[in-house]
């Protein structure tokens, strides 16, 4: 009896423009355009004869078949990704790991760890992935994501790693190495932004308990690698993860005059499909995690203590 069965590249389709929510986006992905993804979509809306979409003006909105049938055709798609893997590279491919992180902790915080993992476990390929804040845990092709929250997410199991400090640096280009500065005189520099985090300076005062009613100005850097970089040539002063400049703070490129860090309330957390829950490598990694951020966690209880 003949399968049932939608076209795959119709069913590529709706999963990419469904997963960004945006047939240009979908179109840019899959190096279409976007009437070959709209036709695309049609054709398997005419197949089914539900439609899966809402249009709404720009919005795109699925509808609730449309969303019911994404979550099962993702998990589909990564299912035929893996056995065609599998044929390709003649072992399989659950053996493997797929890591999110955030690009800034995924390139400073992380690569310093890694090659104790790569030692302890040399048979277990990691590829490492850019994780959005909103991961759909019930979708994701994610193995596990290291996500900063406090610490609920859908569909997913998780365990907080190491909490967030936040500390006002400056390079001693700007500022002497050792100097000691009353915390209002940050006022005094230039205020280094964080576009991804916009509120960082104003998180940062309502944590270290000051009353400041001036304005916050100064140059704005689209991601927080950026701003670091910044910050170590001496062009202003940053609020910054403590965790993100380890490396500068040793090598003494970026110091802290204004004071100690201070916890942000959030803390780092590793987070795992709950349909994975019981794979063997992901409860490896998430293990590894832990013991490399355990000395992180006791100096927070010792602070917390105090």
Known sequence: ???????????????????????????????????????????????????????????????EAGAAYYRDAALILDKLQEISMDAVRGRRIDAALMMGTHPTLGSRWLPARLGSFITAYPDIPLEIRQATPDVDFETTRLDLAVLRGVGSWLHARSIELFAEELAVVASPKLIPLGETLDPLDFSKFAMLQNASRPSLWLHWLRLAGLTYKGSIQGIRFAYSSMLINAAVHGIGIAVV??????????????????????????????????????????????????????????????????
Do not use: C
Request: charged share 25%; proline share 5%; net charge positive.
């Open 241 to 306: 993860p403590v965790a993100y400049i380890e490396a500068e703070l040793e090598r003494g490129d970026l110091h802290m005059p204004f004071g100690s860090p201070i916890l942000s309330g959030d803390s780092y957390f590793a987070v795992y499909p709950e349909r994975k829950a019981n794979h063997t490598n992901i409860i490896v990694l998430r293990d590894w995690l832990v013991r490399q951020t355990r000395t992180n966690r006791k100096l927070d209880m010792q602070r917390t203590d105090r």
């Open 1 to 63: 009896m003949r399968r049932f069965l939608p076209s795959l590249s119709a069913l590529h389709a709706f999963e990419t423009a469904a997963r960004y929510m945006s047939f240009t986006k979908a179109a840019e992905d899959l190096s279409l355009t976007q009437s070959g993804i709209s036709r695309q979509i049609r054709n398997l809306e005419d197949f089914l004869g539900v439609a899966l979409f809402h249009r709404i003006g720009p919005r795109l909105v699925l509808t």
